[in-house]
């Protein structure tokens, strides 16, 4: 029997590595566990819609090479938690921190520009 643990999924498209890796940085310092899928489509905003649907967790990542989205599950289409087309380190860190704290009901990072 295969159990899954309750993760944030992240569903990228070309993401670029090193805002990959931020994000992942970012959701480990919370404890949380992630599942990375590559999957074809080209909207960061779409792909961050199916996976917080997907996620037992309710939280969802979308990357489309630099563009970065996360949702929560039950935000209609069009509604985002956060998303930038071009982040810094730490915003993309910010993002994967804060996905793991609306999961933990916990007050969000706060991004300096």
């Known amino acids: 029997m295969i159990v899954k643990k309750p993760s944030i999924l992240i569903y990228t498209q070309k993401a670029a590595p090193e805002v990959l890796k931020e ?3 970012g959701i480990e310092e919370e404890g949380i566990f992630y599942e990375i899928l590559e999957l074809p489509d080209q909207c960061m905003e779409k792909l961050a819609y199916k ?4 996620s037992m967790l309710g939280s969802g990542i979308g990357i489309f090479q ?3 989205c996360l949702k929560m599950i039950g935000l209609e289409k069009g509604k985002n938690i956060e998303a930038y087309k071009t982040p810094s380190k ?9 996905s793991a704290r609306a999961v ?3 007050a969000f990072k706060l991004t300096n520009f």
């Open 90 to 98: 730490q915003q993309a860190r910010n993002l994967g921190c804060n």
């Open 66 to 68: 630099t563009a970065i």
């Open 104 to 106: 933990k009901k916990q």
């Open 51 to 54: 996976a917080a649907r997907d």
């Open 23 to 25: 994000i992942c940085a």
